[in-house]
């Protein structure tokens, strides 16, 4: 054993001129070098550790100034809009912005800078704006459209991991310019809420090549669309009928157009997940929106933002249960009525 500790320590140090051992060379080196893999180590536990406990921390709500976001005014065109994007400094062109993963998710990134959100917003407001009394050509005019910001598609293209694309079905909310529905709670408050869960470019790089799959959108976001309402009163030509619901989330796709404008591709046929427990949803809702440099879009943001206020509901809306009332509006939705 003395022979054994001796050989490794003659290996590891030297006897100088008076006799006292000193470390060699190489034994220096190897010390500086494990102490800075210990270092950089302890750090990236540090920062792992920063990154997770903001995840899983109880979120607290973000008050976003109300002076700093712009109210789309309503006589305003969509073109008159984009000048105002463009003039504030925001880029317009998706080839200036830049794509960060989270550590939630390593396709759906975060875009900065996050002013280019705004344009989305204001696509995600018509959407919001529909669901608490406005009818579709309403909220077209009042938030400065010139035509409904959808677009009808069977499917959309999206990644189902980092290395493999997939298409989803989408369906979508009737296109008639004069249908109007409440998605309420019990108390007929209204009761749906939009939340970003991140966005991706539709292109990929294979060494010089780049290939295209997203069409005429450069940039795909996801939104989370929380129906939480257990009441949908709808109307159309002076009939209205109020159905039951379950409180649901969905995941909406919205495009880049360029220039500032965004349209709704579709929501995904599948998930479609019924919502539980409000409380730990809303909480969800608000720590991935975050996390997205974004916030949760309601009623109170739409009313705050654009001014928007839910239209007011009729008298004894709970009681309109006429079934023929309702064949008649499915069949003018559909195109069959005459």
């Known amino acids: 054993m003395k022979s054994l500790w001796k050989t490794i320590l003659d290996g590891l140090t030297y006897q100088d001129l008076a006799g006292k051992r000193q470390p060699r060379v190489y034994t220096v080196v190897t010390g500086l070098i494990l102490l800075l893999l210990m270092m950089a180590g302890g750090m990236a536990g540090l920062n792992r550790y920063w990154m997770m406990s903001r995840v899983h921390a109880t979120p607290e709500m973000v008050s976003i100034p109300t002076e700093t976001q712009a109210p789309v005014a309503t006589e305003i065109p969509v073109t008159e809009t984009t000048e105002t994007e463009a003039s504030s400094g925001c ?3 998706s080839s200036q912005w830049s794509f960060t993963q989270t550590v939630i998710n390593e396709t ?14 204001k696509t995600v407001a018509w959407a919001l704006a529909v669901h608490v009394g406005y009818s579709r050509d309403e909220a077209t005019e009042l938030l400065g459209f010139t035509e409904m910001p959808m677009r009808q598609m069977e499917t959309v293209t999206i ?22 529905e409440w998605r309420l709670d019990a108390n007929g408050k209204a009761a749906v809420t939009y939340a970003l869960r991140g966005c991706f470019e539709t292109s990929s790089v294979e060494g010089n090549h780049v290939e295209v799959w997203g069409g005429e959108y450069p940039v795909i976001c996801l939104v989370a669309e ?30 880049y157009l360029g220039d500032g404008q965004w349209v709704w591709l579709g929501t995904q046929t599948e998930p479609k997940l019924e919502i539980i427990n409000a409380e730990e949803n809303a909480s969800d809702r608000l720590t991935v929106a975050t996390l997205y440099d974004s916030q949760p879009w309601d009623a109170r943001w739409l009313s705050i933002t654009h001014h928007l206020d839910m239209l007011p509901l009729p008298e004894a809306w709970q009681s309109f249960t006429d079934e023929n009332v309702k064949q008649y509006i499915l069949s003018m939705l559909s195109g069959a009525a005459p």
């Not at 759906?108 to 917003?121: D, F, N, R």
């Not at 990644?159 to 109007?180: G, M, Q, Y």
């Not at 009163?233 to 209205?240: E, F, T, V």
Request: aromatic share 8%; hydrophobic share 35%; with cysteine.
């Open 108 to 121: 759906h990134l975060v875009i900065q800078p996050a002013c280019v959100y705004q344009g989305l917003e």
């Open 226 to 255: 929380d129906a939480e309402n257990t009441r949908i009163l709808h109307s159309l030509n002076g009939h209205m009928y109020t159905s039951p619901a379950t409180p649901m989330r969905s995941f909406l796709l919205f495009g």
């Open 159 to 180: 990644p189902k991991n980092a290395n493999e694309l997939i298409d989803v079905p989408v369906s979508f909310i009737p296109t008639h310019p004069e249908f109007r």
């Open 91 to 93: 880029p317009t062109d």
